[in-house]
């Protein structure tokens, strides 16, 4: 895969990186010890240094990942990078304050007021660098769909030239898929990009993705590696077809993603440099036909997994 090609595939995702505690596994002993702010922010600066001489050109942060926002606009004004891609999220709010052992770390509101808050609050950071605004972790039983107003806000935005999209979450991410995709505004659609959570353990959403790939619609996924369990505990295939490849099982984990045939663009999310590396060799690994096979059966029931993820303790 070239530099170009891996521009169009890989997205790199501050997640892991814009604040001190979050879900991932594998994380802490990734990351500057203390976890200060100027260290995380040192830290971040040196993944995108980095994905940026390999070839990254999508950043993809969002409102609750801590300073994610602002660290990627002190980035993008020192570098003067001006072909980077930005995408961003708004609906929750960060409210750790910067603490490991906060009792809530974020929190979550679809309504018209905290859209207009937090798209505010990113384009004070990010400016017009912002190339995709999406609803963060929609569900089918969001109250977005059924309040005009905030859909009515997100069809303005589009029409302004800010492409909107969402992400999602859940074992019922299809249904969200394909419910958000059908809302429209004077006869045009309000969302022209998804970015679900789609891995080896959990390939559920996958139809509905594909139906969105054909229909013209941006469609990235994110959460690759699942949260890490894919790397810190493989399951005996995956560690096994990584070794015959010479690479990490993030790496195969992450080529699966490239090789679905609805193109989706792979948003990883690594917590230091060198994760950034292993992860970038999946556009090395070329899994067989009959590798992706095996992979495939790793799947687990979506409940399951989705329960599990609702265990992973923010550290």
């Known amino acids: 895969m070239t530099d170009s090609e891996i521009g169009d595939r890989i997205a790199v995702g501050l997640a892991a ?122 569900t089918v039983d969001s109250p977005l769909f059924a309040d005009e107003r905030l859909i009515g806000a997100l069809a303005e935005l589009a029409a302004d030239g800010v492409p909107v999209g969402f992400s999602t979450s859940g074992p019922a991410q299809a249904d969200a898929v394909r419910r958000a995709f059908e809302l429209e505004v004077a006869g045009t659609p309000v969302f022209s990009a998804v970015q679900s959570t789609w891995n080896l353990l959990e390939p559920s959403v996958g139809p509905a993705l594909a139906e969105a790939q054909a229909a013209g619609k941006r469609v990235l996924v994110k959460e690759t590696v699942a949260n890490g369990r894919l790397v810190v505990e493989p399951p005996p295939t995956l560690a096994r077809i990584a070794r015959e490849h010479e690479v990490g099982p993030d790496a195969v984990a992450i080529a699966a993603v490239l090789a679905q045939d609805w193109r989706p663009v792979a948003v990883v999310g690594p917590s230091s440099t060198a994760q950034l590396a292993e992860n970038l060799l999946a556009t090395k690994a070329k899994p067989t036909d009959g590798e992706l096979e095996e992979l495939a059966a790793l799947a687990e029931e979506p409940v399951a997994y989705w329960r599990h993820r609702s265990c992973l303790g923010w550290h």
């Open 17 to 138: 990186l814009g604040r001190p505690a979050y879900i991932n596994l594998g994380r802490v002993e990734a990351l500057p010890p203390g976890r200060e702010f100027g260290a995380m922010r040192a830290a971040t600066y040196a993944v995108l240094d980095d994905a940026y001489r390999a070839g990254v050109r999508w950043i993809d942060v969002a409102r609750s990942y801590g300073s994610s926002e602002e660290f990627l606009a002190g980035w993008l004004a020192d570098r003067a990078h001006h072909d980077v891609t930005v995408s961003s999220k708004w609906g929750y709010r960060y409210v750790g304050e910067w603490k490991l052992d906060a009792e809530v770390h974020e929190v979550k509101e679809h309504t018209a007021a905290r859209f207009a808050e937090q798209w505010a609050e990113t384009v004070d950071l990010l400016g017009k660098a912002v190339s995709l605004y999406q609803v963060h972790s929609l």
